[in-house]
């Protein structure tokens, strides 16, 4: 895309490998994170609705304790969801400067759905907040005010109208922006791995109807089950005590939603790793990506196995060690992903480190003008023939005087640019009349050839 072309500067060597790790990272906090968030408002706001509808309270307590568990904190989806989807992106605009695809300005897109749908998704999870203030407030109030016709009562009736209005539509809004963005996101992925793709996927509807799409979609999914599934477990039984309060019916309905998400997912996931690495173009596959698969493929049947026997003698106990495999899994599911997709993108990697090589020339070219100055020439034309390095000619080897200076630059370029008398034993030096520049530059040059030696 010119356009972010024109936007970003393309990275050297090093910082190549910087932004790999940034992405790395970005993502291992990032996908767990939005996982999280499509579980516990997909699960909430179900559970919201039937709760309404069969006058559930259980109902509803779960679709409010699963979004305030899950999502975590208001600086939670700052630090684990904004700040990162900002990075990936800033790190595949890097990473696919010049690469003709579309995938930079689609992953854009996603992200800019991301942070919509975590304003909405902050918004629903305030409701029950809200919604819990009032219900302190009026059990602490005078019924009878309550009741009446007064203005007061009328306002307080609105506030809460609006709060079911509001918690309805910002679930309901927040959940599918979220859903659409995970789509997209998805599709971006997969497409940025496959070089061969770039030229023929020109707009959004290739990404969205592609079985490529899909099945990173799926593979995602499937992943954010199992995550939502082991969240729930650890954060509502193990995490700081669990959740205070949970009678046994209670307990009952948590475990069984966990339990029937995770073993789905558990059983979809090695399924979807299977068929995208099938779908995978040659150029991205490796012997070492071909290993990290078969490794997120043994993690996920032992967390498989793990799931199965929790939800199974309903014991929590494992609850903690299952939810640090699932980051066992999605660390090395990341990597996997991160190593085909450098694979993908080696021809392009190499291809910006040339380009970052000459911007950087042209800049320094710019603003220093020191390295446009070529020392040795000046040394062949104005100097070598009075000067060696380890003889003695009209002038004295640069060996022996250049070490006196220790390492000074500048007191050596000043003699440079204006010779003064020193050894009785030579002639005196005559001025070459170079720039202040030019003998800067031969300071250095005649240091550096010296302490090498
Ligand atoms: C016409 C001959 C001649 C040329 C050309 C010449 N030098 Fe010299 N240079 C001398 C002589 C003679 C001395 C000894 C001066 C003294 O000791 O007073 C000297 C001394 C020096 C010294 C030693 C100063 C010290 O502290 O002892 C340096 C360094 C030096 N020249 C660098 C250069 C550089 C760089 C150039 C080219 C840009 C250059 N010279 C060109 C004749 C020359």
Redesign the pocket.
Known sequence: MNFFDELVIPPSHNHVMLLKYMLTISLLLFIPYISMMLGATFISTHFSKKGKTEGNNLFHRFAKDIVEKLTITKSAELALGTIPALSTFFAYAQLLYTAKTISVGMLALAVVLFIISFVFIYKYRNTFKLEGIMKAFKSISNTEALKSDTDDAKEIKEFEETNVAVNRTSGTVGKWLLLTASYIFAGTMALASSPDKWGTTGNVLQIIFSWQTLFSFMALISLAGIITGAAIMFFFFSWNGGVKHMDDSYAALVKGVAGKIALASGIMFPLMLLISYAYMPQVSQSPTVFYYMVVVLIISLILGNFIYSMFKNSDTSSATVVFVLVFVLVTFNVIKDQLAFGNAIQQNTTEITKIAEEHEKEIKGKTMGSTGIDAEA??TQ??S???KFDQKL???P?NE??L??NGDVQK?AD??FN?????P??????N?G?KKKEANA?AKW?MDKVNKK
């Open positions: 000046i040394f104005k100097c023939a009075c000067h009209v002038g004295p640069y005087t250049v006196k200076y050596l003699y440079i010779p003064q008398k020193i050894d034993a030579y002639p005196p030096m005559p070459q170079l031969m005649l």
